[in-house]
Antibody, heavy 121, light 107 residues
């Protein structure tokens, strides 16, 4: 069974940094692209970015490229999201997801339960 | 960025009814489209990928269709467990973008 478990969320002050983790199990982690998506309270979904199997390719949504860094540790089956200069607009549930793919396309086939990040003083 | 316009924003339907949700892309996305279901308090779950392929374990009452800029999700014979929000997502071009969602309720 594919399982993704996010952790590291919580209350953080504006301007500070926070690092989220996503522990993967039930599949061969180093065979898949992985990604992050967030959802502000009561709002829609926002794609943050994705990372390929060996970390050689990382894609971000342009508005977050200078604030967020995606990385992974294949030995630990863990995906990370480093967030810096956090503002109230970053308050959201953060989901990690495994991408499945065919030819040139990839989509989020499996999602974690999410971790809530609240940015407030 | 490719804009995804989803309609309607909300929908009320009866058990057993057939429901259709639409998604329009601001440019041709060549079937690079997925549909997700999100139940209250839960994470999104994949229903459809590549516009019309059913994800493993998803009931056959869900189907996707469309091409070019126009796509739709159809739910046949609506069940109570289908009450949820539904989102489309394009993955044809970066940055990937989502529709604003459709909230489906029972009448």
């Amino acid at each position: 069974e594919v399982k993704l478990v996010e952790s590291g969320g919580g209350l953080v002050q504006p301007g500070r940094s926070l690092k989220l983790s996503c522990a993967a199990s039930g599949f061969s982690f180093n065979d898949y692209w992985m990604g992050w998506v967030r959802q502000a309270p009561g709002k829609g979904l926002e794609w943050i970015g994705e990372i390929n199997q060996d970390s050689s390719t990382i894609n971000y949504t342009p508005s977050l490229k200078d604030k967020f860094t995606i990385s992974r540790d294949n030995a630990q089956n863990t995906l990370y999201l480093q967030m810096s200069k956090l503002g109230s607009e970053d308050t959201a549930i953060y989901y990690c997801a495994r991408e499945d793919s065919s030819y040139i396309y990839s989509w989020f086939a499996y999602w974690g339960q999410g971790t809530l990040v609240t940015v407030s003083s | 960025d490719i804009q995804m316009t989803q309609s309607p924003a909300s929908l009320s339907a009866s058990l057993g009814e057939t429901v259709t949700i639409e998604c329009r892309a601001s440019e041709d996305i060549y079937n690079g489209l997925a549909w997700y279901q999100q139940k209250p308090g839960k994470s999104p779950q994949l229903l459809i990928y590549n516009a019309n392929s059913l994800h493993t374990g998803v009931p056959s009452r869900f189907s996707g269709s469309g091409s070019g800029t126009q796509y739709s999700l159809k739910i046949n014979s609506l069940q109570s467990e289908d009450v949820a929000s539904y989102f489309c997502q394009q993955y044809y071009d970066y940055p990937y973008t989502f529709g604003a969602g459709t909230k489906l309720e029972l009448k």
